[in-house]
Each structure stands twice: as structure tokens, then as C-alpha cells.
Nanobody
Framework: VQLQASGGGLVQAGSSLRLTCSAS????????MGWFRQGPGKEREFVAA????????VYADIVKGRFTISRDISRNTIRLQMNSLGPEDTAVYYC??????????????????WGQGTQVTVSS
């Protein structure tokens, strides 16, 4: 499975951005997909995900109400709409795919495939 992320950029605080991740490969449709991010000097952290077998999307508390993850199953694509961005959202955003279950949705180790990352920089 190959993942291609796009949509990052430099924006001012309060702005919005939308990230897109497309998965390709024979079994891409079998996987759940999500987003993680790694800020400067920080460890990589979970942002949001949508499990392949349905249910509601899962969000990190720090982005709830500001970020929305959506998916297009037929195109093996997920998007992350990010609103009300602040400098604390500055990070490299990675999309990931894996056979996750409810208890592992937020765990990096549950995701087998990772995209190359896209930089999001929010100026104050």
C-alpha cells in the first residue's frame, strides 16, 4: 500500500487547510486510515482516524471541534479539514493505514503503512 499526502502549507492563525491522503495498491481498500502529526521537538501524535469497518471517526481531544476527517471509500482517500488553526498545530502531518481495531485506533504501532508527510506551518 502506498500513501500520498498533500495539502500542507503556510497559513496564518485562524485559517483553514485541507489535507488529502490517497492510498493505492491492491489491498488498499482493506485498511483503516488516519492522520498523525509531529511538531518541532515533539513526538509523533495521533490526530484523527476512520476505521475501515465503519463507526464514528475518532479524534484527539486537542483537535475535536476544529478538525474533521472524511473518507471516500471508493477512492481509498481520506481528507482532514483543519479549521481555526493555531501555531500549536504546526507539524508534519502523516497519513497512515492499518488494520486497526477500536482499542488500537490511536496507536502508531497499529498502522503498517505511512505516507511521506506534509508540512503544515501556522504563523501567529
Amino acid at each position: 500500500v502506498q500513501l500520498q499526502a498533500s495539502g500542507g502549507g503556510l497559513v496564518q492563525a485562524g485559517s483553514s487547510l485541507r489535507l488529502t491522503c490517497s492510498a493505492s495498491g491492491q489491498t488498499a481498500g482493506d485498511y483503516s486510515m488516519g492522520w498523525f502529526r509531529q511538531g518541532p521537538g515533539k513526538e509523533r501524535e495521533f490526530v484523527a482516524a476512520w476505521r475501515r469497518m465503519g463507526g464514528n471517526p475518532v479524534y484527539a481531544d486537542i483537535v475535536k471541534g476544529r478538525f474533521t476527517i472524511s473518507r471516500d471509500i471508493s477512492r481509498n482517500t481520506i481528507r482532514l479539514q483543519m479549521n481555526s488553526l493555531g501555531p500549536e498545530d504546526t507539524a508534519v502531518y502523516y497519513c497512515a493505514a492499518g488494520r486497526v481495531i477500536a482499542s488500537t485506533t490511536t496507536s502508531q504501532s497499529a498502522y503498517n503503512y505511512w505516507g511521506q508527510g506534509t508540512q503544515v506551518t501556522v504563523s501567529s
